[in-house]
């Protein structure tokens, strides 16, 4: 699981760069969502990777 968060972070600093914020919007993303299946995070970074 770790290394599947660390890979979502990646993804999203390669697709925002500076636009990238992770204490807030990817944390968000991932944190908050709590005990979910991966996909769930993917999916919503993937949404905010397409609304920016």
Same mark, same amino acid.
């Given at each position: 699981?770790?290394? #599947?968060?660390?890979? $979502?972070?990646? =993804? =999203?600093?390669? /697709?925002?760069?500076?636009?990238?914020? $992770?204490?807030?919007?990817?944390?968000?993303? %991932? %944190?908050? =969502?709590?005990? %979910?299946?991966? =996909? %769930?995070? #993917?999916?919503?970074?993937? /949404?905010?990777?397409? /609304?920016?």
């Amino acid at each position: 699981m770790h290394n #599947e968060i660390n890979r $979502l972070r990646k =993804t =999203t600093q390669g /697709a925002l760069g500076a636009r990238h914020d $992770l204490r807030r919007r990817y944390s968000d993303a %991932v %944190v908050k =969502t709590g005990a %979910v299946p991966m =996909t %769930v995070p #993917e999916q919503q970074i993937d /949404a905010r990777i397409a /609304a920016a």
